[in-house]
């Protein structure tokens, strides 16, 4: 193809310019050369390989995970006039075998195969008898045994640089730290390959967290302000999913639940409306978001504490694909540590995977203690850095104060050395509080020293002391025995005033204080209301009648640059981004009528 990746940008995608690394990626691709690139969601990482594998004689293999993932960048690109394909355990025989006659005839310029599929001898025999431009595997962090999403299949994509020499491979991932890339790399047989970072930060992304204490009517003021905005709700358990999604449909919101126990068909169905309809919430175990290419989700919400800052800045960065202000909002609390650092010990995976579980938990825990700036410390987690502090925080909006907690701790150490370690945080602040309960009574614990020694402070501070103790690992609670307190060998440097501690005071304001304006339609006055409208009327009409999401004709942006600018033509209308040709072709009459109608 006698073109250039500009041009394609601009006449098939409609974009202008490319952002980032982008251009030296793809020219990378060009020259036959592997890489790694490691770009944040909305970062536009499938133009990377989209672009060079058309401009390559032969079609694109893209490796990806996810069924959905596939469905949905396939249509996208049939939207733009890419003929693209996709080969997976959804297809019927006719199906595949109709894929597979295109793709021996020379028709496709990209095909999305599953890594299973492509480990089998059947569909590596079919791949070598055609030209192949380019091997693409997304979501490659999927490959490290240390990274957060490990699939044993991904472990044979070493092999295809040996079986396709001299076809450039293209790792892609959105998240991982130096241990996962230098593991991705190996694992992945890439010869000598560019690395490519983009900056971590998600600048549009506002970061908040409380400490759980009644976590469904928290959820609920943070959804107020939010009402009809499409969000994500995060959560550990399948039944939590449910009852969750239940309750905000009670409160008048439009949630599904979605986690992998449910019918097939019905989590087929919960994610189609999810990505076609707006103003609809999911409310989700980790099973969904993997490849999510929704842009106007404007949340992501944890009901319960992710595993590790990996699964984190994963999960958040699905909000705000389209670059307008979103919100990433956690409560969390002390049982929260407790089921996840059970479940670690539970498993039987070998005991150096474990370690590096408990880091990565750890490390989490302790960004969620944070005083100041959260966005510093997660970006610094990644190896990148932020000059100064981002303003886009709750650390930042609402400065937390720290207190001396020293004489606290110990009191509290103290407490559950002469209970006898046998006790969990709720009894432990009654004694300190000095209530008479009939548990504190049984077990003769009113005639100790340390009875009522703590009635100076509040049992929401001694809660929020405890659970400070066990995230810097002064404390440790045993989750064999039912959350009960135990000393660390770190304790006693503590006990004897070796080690001062500052403990964070727990903010008592509601998240929705942390908030900018709600994307794209904050920017509409009050006298474009009638166009904005018409023109996301038009949008949902022309997705119904295609049977795609709304995104997939066109992104709230490009409605937007519509709005602004009101072209009149079909040159016009080529000047506004995510405009290409095709789509001109195909829906450009539509829009430019409704506007010439205001």
């Not at 408990?358 to 966005?375: H, I, M, Q, S």
């Not at 720290?402 to 009654?430: M, N, P």
């Not at 209301?529 to 009327?537: F, H, I, K, M, S």
Request: aromatic residues 8%; charged residues 25%.
């Amino acid at each position: 193809m006698n073109t250039s990746p500009q041009t394609i940008l601009k006449d098939v995608f409609g974009y202008r310019n490319f952002r980032g690394e982008q251009q030296a990626i793809i020219e990378s691709a060009l020259d036959g050369r592997d890489s790694l690139v490691i770009m944040p969601t909305g970062g536009g990482k499938s133009l990377c390989y989209q672009i060079p594998a058309m401009l390559r004689e032969g079609t694109g293999l893209v490796i990806s995970p996810l069924i959905a993932l596939m469905q949905d960048q396939v249509t996208a690109l049939n939207e733009v006039g890419i003929a693209a394909e996709f080969l997976n355990s959804s297809q019927s025989f006719d199906e595949m075998r109709s894929v597979t006659a295109r793709l021996k005839r020379g028709e496709l310029q990209l095909l999305y195969i599953a890594p299973e599929r492509l480990a089998t001898e059947h569909t590596r025999a079919l791949l070598r008898e055609i030209p192949i431009s380019l091997i693409a595997i997304d979501e490659a962090h999927c490959v490290s045994q240390w990274g957060h999403d490990f699939r044993h299949d991904y472990l044979s994509l070493g092999e295809l640089g040996a079986l396709f020499p001299g076809v450039p491979r293209m790792a892609v991932t959105a998240t991982a730290t130096d241990r996962t890339r230098d593991e991705i790399v190996a694992r992945l047989e890439l010869n000598e390959p560019g690395i490519f970072i983009a900056p971590f930060d998600r600048e549009n992304i506002s970061y908040s967290v409380q400490v759980k204490t009644d976590a469904k009517r928290q959820l609920l003021k943070f959804l107020q302000a939010r009402r009809g905005e499409a969000g994500i709700i995060y959560c550990l358990s399948r039944k939590k999913t449910e009852s969750v999604a239940a309750q905000l449909c009670e409160q008048g919101f439009e949630a599904l639940p979605y986690h992998a126990g449910l019918d097939s068909d019905v989590r087929r169905e919960n994610q189609r409306r999810f990505l076609a309809e707006d103003g609809l919430i999911i409310v989700a175990t980790i099973a969904f978001g993997m490849g999510i290419d929704k842009p106007n989700v404007r949340f992501v919400a944890h009901f319960d504490l992710p595993k590790s800052m990996e699964s984190y800045y994963q999960e958040t960065g699905r909000a705000g694909r389209d670059g307008e202000p979103a919100a990433a909002w956690m409560v969390y609390g002390l049982q929260d540590v407790v089921r996840l650092r059970q479940m670690l010990d539970e498993s039987q995976a070998a005991e150096d995977y474990k370690r590096y579980e408990r880091y990565k938990l750890d490390a989490l825990l302790g960004w969620c203690e944070v005083t100041g700036c959260r966005r510093r410390p997660l970006l610094a987690y990644f190896g990148d850095s932020l000059a100064e502090d981002c303003g886009n925080c709750d650390g930042c909006l609402v400065p937390v104060k720290t207190w001396d907690g020293t004489e606290a701790a110990q009191k509290l150490l103290s407490a559950i050395y002469r209970t006898g370690q046998r006790f969990g945080a709720a009894h432990i602040v009654d004694v300190l509080l000095g209530k008479a309960t009939d548990k504190i009574g049984q077990h003769g614990h009113d005639q100790l020293s340390v009875f009522g020694i703590g009635q100076d402070m509040a049992s929401a501070t001694w809660r929020s002391a405890t659970r400070q103790l066990v995230v810097a690992g002064h404390l440790r609670a045993d989750a064999e025995r039912y959350g009960a307190l135990v000393l660390t060998d770190t304790s006693r440097g503590v006990l004897r005033g070796e080690t001062p501690l500052q403990f964070r005071e727990d903010p008592k304001l509601p998240a929705a204080t942390v908030r900018r304006s709600s994307g794209v339609r904050a920017a509409v006055v009050t006298e474009d209301e009638g166009l904005w409208e018409a023109l996301r009327d038009c949008r949902q009409m022309l997705a119904k009648e295609h049977e795609v999401p709304a995104y997939v004709i066109f992104h709230d942006k490009t409605l937007q640059e519509m709005l602004q600018y009101r072209p009149k033509t079909a040159a016009e209308m080529l000047d506004i981004s995510g405009v290409g040709q095709t789509k001109l072709d195909r829906y450009g009459d539509r829009f430019l009528e409704i506007i010439r109608q205001q």
